[in-house]
């Protein structure tokens, strides 16, 4: 009698380790099997390094990818994460283009960080006869 709860326990737990980790990894892998077979052009897709792009183009391995206006980009099908819904984006890709589309002078360049000095402050000793200082 000892054995068979032995055997039962054992045989719940290969159950178990089925429903809770082979069976959806199996979805998942089959989700986006799906979601790249039915790549397309023209369709909005965000890659694994959180770069967004239109596909352009699409072959039996590769994607080629536009990712801004004549800028484009040539990654492997499995680098595609997911399809991108309009909730994923902040600005629209028309108002991507726009920005794009803008002169160097309208694009407001960004100010260079300043280093906090303090005028009062003497500069570190160098010279012969100084030792000089590194953390340890």
């Known amino acids: ?6 055997l039962i326990l ?10 809770l980790i082979m069976r959806p990894q199996r979805k998942r892998q089959q989700a986006i099997a799906k979601t790249l077979s039915e790549l397309t052009p023209g369709t909005r897709v965000m890659l694994g390094s959180g770069l967004f792009g239109t ?12 990712i801004s206006p004549g800028n484009e980009l040539t990654v492997l099908k499995q680098a ?26 309208e694009v407001a360049e960004p100010e ?19 030792k000089p200082t590194t953390a340890i």
Do not use: C, H, N, W
Request: hydrophobic share 40%; no cysteine.
């Open 80 to 105: 595609v994460s997911r399809v991108v819904t309009e909730d994923d984006e902040d600005v629209e890709a028309d108002e991507a283009d726009e920005l794009a589309d803008l002169e160097p002078d």
């Open 1 to 6: 009698m000892d054995q068979y709860s032995t």
């Open 10 to 19: 054992i045989a719940l737990m290969v159950v178990a380790f089925y429903f």
């Open 55 to 66: 596909v352009v183009g699409v072959g039996s391995k590769q994607v080629v990818l536009e």
């Open 112 to 130: 260079e960080p300043t280093a906090a000095v303090d005028p009062d402050r003497e500069p570190p000793a160098s010279g012969p006869g100084t």
